[in-house]
């Protein structure tokens, strides 16, 4: 077991190494505020960024950070976000004080209300801001709230000027039947403002128009969804829904527009299209019933009538077979027969021919040795000087 003073040392040497990092983060903490006093605010910000890597407990050092980014102007404003994250991020595990956080939160907010192009990019600044207020009130906190909200009504209504003007734009464009250029009005109509159910049932007749349906429909339910009350809404979809062919699903879709606007005459058109094809629909059904039943009365009678031929054929098939067999046997014995008659007509009888040239003699002549010779061969023998029998060699 090691002796207790080693631990003691160990511990020692540990809380030294850490005074000595956090009086180094002291010095960069302190050349970090000079230099922001005389509005150096580069340099600040590197003084402050090593001296919070040496010191991370210290929450001061991410928000002196930031400050240095508001006051740098070719810095850039993600480097407040970033700050902050850590700030604000970290206040509370590390117990700041609640003013702290609120500054950091401050900053995060304000930071945000200028990176805003659009009135819902002021939303976020100024959740920041309220929950800065939350942390630790201050008049300047509840000031620069009052401008972002302000700020953000203020987009909020050239948006919607924009919006109009664009959707002007596209219902000009529909009128002339440019469904393409039309559509990307009412695109950028909604770009400006996404809470107007018209520019997205104007972008669905513009969609079912270019046979986009599945875009057409979503528009139209988008519509529905913005304002359940709009009958066009209902109008567009159930369009789309027709031209799929669902038209059980799109006199739905009509007879609940006709709700919200039971005087539209187009929504009443929509649903006499629907019962057309609806009975057209059943009348081709029942035609086909009709022609199913006609076709298997008279496919039963006509299965019957082949049924029959079948088994005639099959007995024809079979006396064939048995013919066919009795004539290959017959013809079969005929062959042997004649191959026969042929050997023997082309045999010849042994009696006739020359045991010496073994050939058919023409002048046989009968020797003392009681064989039958060719004349020419049998004196050729003997002229040979053979004095035995060919045959017996006596």
């Known amino acids: 077991m090691a002796p207790a003073h080693s631990h003691r040392r160990g511990a020692t040497e540990a809380n030294e190494q850490v005074r000595r990092k956090k009086e180094k983060a002291q010095r960069e ?22 001296a919070a890597a040496l010191d991370p407990g210290d929450i001061s050092l991410p928000i002196k950070c930031a400050k240095s980014y508001f006051h740098n102007p070719h810095g850039p404003v993600r480097g407040v976000r970033e700050a902050m994250r850590r700030g604000g991020g970290g206040g509370r595990e590390l117990r700041a004080k609640k003013s702290l956080v609120a500054l950091a939160l401050l900053l995060k907010g304000t930071a945000l209300l200028n990176l805003a192009d ?3 990019d002021c939303k976020a600044a100024i959740r920041a801001l309220k929950q800065s207020l939350d942390e630790h009130y201050h008049k300047g906190t509840e000031a620069i709230l009052d401008e972002a909200e302000s700020t953000m009504e203020e987009m909020e209504e050239l948006e919607k000027e924009a919006a109009k003007h664009h959707r002007e734009k596209g219902k000009e464009l529909l009128s002339q039947k440019k469904y393409k250029e039309a559509a990307i009005q009412f695109t950028k109509a909604i770009k400006k403002n996404a809470l107007n159910p018209r520019n ?6 513009c969609r079912i128009e270019l046979n986009a349906l599945a875009e057409g429909l979503e528009d139209a339910d988008k519509s529905i969804e913005l304002d359940p009350t709009f009958w066009k809404g209902y109008l567009r979809k159930g369009e789309v829904q027709f031209l799929m062919h669902n038209y059980e699903d799109a006199m739905t879709t009509y007879l ?20 057309k094809q609806i009975k057209m629909a059943k009348d081709r059904d029942d035609r086909a019933k009709d022609l199913w039943e006609a076709f298997k009365k008279s496919s039963s009678s006509q299965v019957e009538k082949l049924m029959m031929q079948r088994d005639v054929v099959t007995v024809e098939l079979k006396s064939a077979k048995e013919r066919n067999a009795n004539l290959e046997q017959q013809l079969s014995e005929q062959i042997s027969r004649i191959e026969r008659l042929l050997s023997i007509q082309n045999s010849e009888p042994p009696h006739f021919i020359c045991p010496i040239s ?18 020419e061969h049998i004196r050729k023998w003997l002229n040979d000087g053979h ?7 006596e």
Not at 387 to 393: A, F, G, I, K, Y
């Open 256 to 275: 609940d527009g006709l709700k919200y606007g039971p005087q539209k005459t187009t929504i009443y058109d929509g649903i006499k299209r629907c019962l």
């Open 387 to 393: 004095d035995t029998s060919p045959m017996t060699n």
């Open 358 to 375: 073994q050939e058919v003699m023409n002048d046989p002549h009968f020797a003392a040795d009681g064989h039958t010779y060719e004349a």
């Open 200 to 205: 997205f049932s104007d972008r669905a007749k």
């Open 29 to 50: 903490k302190e050349a970090g505020d000079d230099d922001f006093d005389e509005g150096r605010y580069k340099r600040a910000v590197e003084h402050y960024a090593r």
């Open 118 to 120: 659009c009135a819902s």
